[in-house]
T-cell receptor, first 117, second 115 residues
Framework: EAGVVQSPRYKIIEKKQPVAFWCNPI?????LYWYLQNLGQGPELLIR????????DSQLPKDRFSAERLKGVDSTLKIQPAELGDSAVYLC???????????????FGEGSRLTVL | AQSVAQPEDQVNVAEGNPLTVKCTYS??????LFWYVQYPNRGLQFLLK??????LVKGSYGFEAEFNKSQTSFHLKKPSALVSDSALYFCAVRDIDTGGFKTIFGAGTRLFVKA
């Protein structure tokens, strides 16, 4: 079974430029998460999707960040314009659980490391 | 509000010795508790979870964790550490009673196992 796939693994951009990250979750997983991980810290939730609906985006900085999961499968996270403080690893995860229940463990991709110069 | 605390930034242990990585939590209802491990430049990998039942749960790579409801703790343990266990470990809580299914992670504990 294929795991969670993220791309690109690494991205270096100059501040004020746009950037986009893509995630393909494990097949059949209805719940998709985007987390932000700063160096040496725990992941912080940016947005959670149940199928194509964003059910928790309270921590997403909506002035510059946007996300979509149009067909309820893969997802894109965008930053426009990027700032120096956005340098971090962006993790995508999926799980089989949702409003219908489930055991709840998350399966993570390898992350997209963003460096803003 | 949910919270997870990992009081140690770093744990050092000699290979072959037992290890413990501490975690305490705070939730409004009954929690699901998890441990994840992260190797350098990789995503997080699930190790084990507590849902209900036996307070001692066993997981991958010989790790186990003990749930203590009265102390609101979920410490990760291994009887004999390996150098290859050196990594970053995250405790997480998933709150199910609010219906939000939100997973909150601790700040992480770096484990160094010395040969």
């Amino acid at each position: 079974e294929a795991g969670v796939v993220q791309s690109p693994r690494y991205k270096i951009i100059e501040k004020k430029q746009p950037v986009a990250f893509w995630c393909n979750p494990i097949s059949g997983h209805n719940t998709l998460y985007w987390y932000l991980q700063n160096l040496g810290q725990g992941p912080e939730l940016l947005i959670r999707y149940e199928n194509e609906e964003a059910v928790d985006d309270s921590q997403l900085p909506k002035d510059r960040f946007s996300a979509e999961r149009l067909k309820g499968v893969d997802s894109t996270l965008k930053i426009q314009p990027a700032e120096l403080g956005d340098s971090a690893v962006y993790l995508c995860a999926s799980s089989a659980s949702g409003t219908s229940g489930g055991t709840g463990e998350l399966f993570f991709g390898e992350g997209s490391r963003l460096t803003v110069l | 509000a949910q919270s997870v605390a990992q009081p140690e930034d770093q744990v050092n242990v000699a290979e072959g010795n037992p290890l413990t990585v501490k975690c305490t939590y705070s939730v409004s209802g009954n929690p699901y508790l998890f441990w994840y491990v992260q190797y350098p430049n990789r995503g997080l990998q699930f190790l084990l979870k507590y849902i209900t039942g036996d307070n001692l749960v066993k997981g991958s790579y010989g790790f186990e964790a003990e749930f203590n409801k009265s102390q609101t703790s979920f410490h990760l343990k291994k009887p004999s550490a390996l150098v290859s266990d050196s990594a970053l470990y995250f405790c997480a809580v998933r709150d199910i009673d609010t219906g939000g299914f939100k997973t909150i992670f601790g700040a992480g504990t770096r484990l160094f196992v010395k040969a």
